[in-house]
């Protein structure tokens, strides 16, 4: 079981699943309403994030960011929809 972490406005937390054992590339463009991912490995966890979030102007997800900033060192932030997932749910 994975979690959504959206971003329409207000932040969403859902738990989401891979239609197979593992999500699918295509699933992880859905989840993250983007067209190329970038994975950021957290703890034993994938972040998938939209590599070109910042690019397009995307929001801030403020609950996203603070897990990112919790593990990395970094004054980052990250922008739109994020899957965090198991390392197992991915291929």
């Not at 932040?11 to 891979?18: D, L, Q």
């Not at 070109?52 to 932030?77: Q, S």
């Amino acid at each position: 079981m994975a979690r959504l972490l959206s971003f329409d406005k207000t932040i969403t937390e859902e738990k989401v699943f891979p239609e197979n054992e593992t999500f699918t590339l295509q699933e992880m463009y859905k989840h993250t309403n983007s067209t190329i991912v970038e994975f950021i490995y957290i703890n034993g966890h994938i972040m998938i994030i939209d590599e070109e979030g910042k690019l397009n102007n995307k929001p801030i997800n403020d609950v996203a960011t603070y897990y990112f900033r919790k593990y990395n060192k970094t004054h980052d932030f990250i922008v739109g929809d994020v899957l965090i997932c198991d390392k197992s749910e991915v291929k």
